[in-house]
Each structure stands twice: as C-alpha cells, then as structure tokens.
C-alpha cells in the first residue's frame, strides 16, 4: 500500500547511533553518531572505502553485529518500531519476514549440503509456516522469477553445481520469497563479471518495482550506484559525508572527499593519455582507534584549514536534500 504521508514513508530511521569494536590494541569506534534514513521502495546507496563502516551499518540493522563489537547508543527505527528494543525471538522474525540480506560471496551464504530447494524451502516452512508442498511452488516461483529456467531441476541442485551468477540469483529468490520491505545488498555483484553484473542488478531493480523493496545497495563502485541508486550516502571514518540524490552527486559533489572518490573511478581510464595515471585519493583511512580532533578527513584533504584541525565539521544542509559534513563548500 502506497502512503504519502512523509512520516509513514520513512522506513528505516537510524538515529545518533554508535557501534564500537573493542580490540586489544584499544577502541575502534566504527560508527560515531550516525544518522540515515531510508524510505520506503527506494534504493539508497551507501559508498566509501574499505574499512569505512558500510557493512557494521547493515549488521547494525540486522542486530548482527559480531563480538567483540558492540551497539553502544542509538536508535534503529524501523518500520515505526525501535529495533534496538527487540530481543533475540523478536528480532529472528524481522529477519525472517521483513529485512533480508544478500552478500558479495553467495557461495559462503548458501549451505553446501542441502540442495537449493531446500534451502529456499527451510525458512518458508519454519517462519511463513507453509506447507512442504505449498514451499516447494513457491520455491518454483522465486527461481522462476530470478530467471532461471527449469526451476524444477534446479530445486534438486547443490550450490556447488551452480555458477557464480546463478548462486547469486538463488540468493535473490531466497532473499525476496518473504517479501521484505528491505533488502540489503553487501557488493552483490562485487565477484561477477561485467556482464552478468548488469544482468543481477537489472533483476533486482525490476524485483524492487514489483514488491516496492527499499534496497541498501552497499558497494565501492560508484558505477553500480550510478546505476540502480536514488540516493547516496558517502562515508568516511565511520561517519556519513555526504548525503544526496544520485544525479545531484554527479552533476554537483560538494565534499573533497567525494570528489576524490569521483577522480577516482576507473572507467575514466579510458580517457587519459598514457602519461596520465588514475587518481588516487593520497594518504589512508585514518584509525579507529585514533581518530584526529577535527574533521577525519584532514590529512587527506587539499582544502584543510586551522578549523579542520581544531573542530568536527556538523551535517549540514546545501540545498534541499544535499547534506555536507565540510567547513569549505
Ligand atoms: N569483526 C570485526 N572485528 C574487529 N573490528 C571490526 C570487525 N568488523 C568491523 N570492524 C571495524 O569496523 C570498521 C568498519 O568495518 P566495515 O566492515 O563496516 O567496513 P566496510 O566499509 O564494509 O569495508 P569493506 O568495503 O572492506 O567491506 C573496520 O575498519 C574495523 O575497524
Ligand atoms: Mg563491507
């Protein structure tokens, strides 16, 4: 059902949230005070180099953040309720029936020895209480709808006897048979070739019209989210940077940082002359552990200033839905 009431549409509201790993070496502070939200049937895209927190979001969502990592504060609204408020049962279910997740390495997410059917079959019948006979058509159904024909034969396979592309689309039917108002997706075609890519992420946008799914599209190539995203959210050091909608991110980045990730993309090699090299932003990521007083992204940034260094930038709003975390935009 289609609201329009701008509250009603807000589907995951995460508020001031901070997770923490607590390591030998000290604390790494993986997320400080994050603040993001998704509305309902959209994709939101979430960008940023690795180690910056993309995945600890998403677990943070699930309720599956590993030890020795702990949610220290915050809230997880979603769908009107407070995640953080439901225990392990409870939120069993909101995985179950209304957020799935899928990842970059389908063959690590399906069990090796069941067969396909019956893993598509499992959750039906534990959580949707569905007849053996009644999962199985459904299981056909799924298949039937990510492509893959024959679904009857297919249902008997082991992961092992299927290719990269087809797990993953396996994983989309299993990920989709309950009908989530989210999906999660960790680099879902990180590991395909180019081609069959573009084959899974026209599936899953097509899936999304039909079930009106909210999509995190979680990914480091700013090619996929200029593909499949309405909006995009850049993180940097556990912190959002940038927050826009995709078209607005491409015509008009504001944040160094987002601009160096635009440098950056590959597929501009093809323009450069052969004296060029690619860009790189310089410098890394700094550590979580030791995060700088000011701005995290300091060292890295050829507009950095006294102010940089001495106080954290606020989220702040450039225009209508363009929020930046920068002193000099
Ligand atoms: N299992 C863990 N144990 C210890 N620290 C962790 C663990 N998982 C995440 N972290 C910490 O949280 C930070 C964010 O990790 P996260 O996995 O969210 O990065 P990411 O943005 O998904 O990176 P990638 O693009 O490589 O997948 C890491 O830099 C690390 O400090
Ligand atoms: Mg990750």
Redesign the pocket.
Known sequence: MKQDNQKDNLLVDIRDLNVA?F?RQGV?R?LANLNLQIKRGETLGLV??????????SLAIMQLI?E??KIMSGEIHFNGEDLMKKNRKQMRKVRANSISMIFQDPTSALNPVLTIGDQLTDTMIVHQKMGRKAAREKAEFHLNEVGISNPGRQLKQYPHELSGGMKQRVMIAMALSSEPDLLIA??PTTALDVTIQAQILDLMLDLQQKYNTAILM?T?DLGVIAEVTDRVAV?YA?KIVEQTDVKTLFKEALHPYTNGLMKAIPSAVADLADHEKLYTIPGNVPT?LELPHGCYFQKRCHLVSEECRSRHPEFTERSAGHLVRCFHV
């Open positions: 790993f390591l790494a993986a940023g180099e690795s180690g910056c927190g993309k995945s600890v979001t590993p020795p990592g960790d680099e979680i480091h993180m556990g979580l």
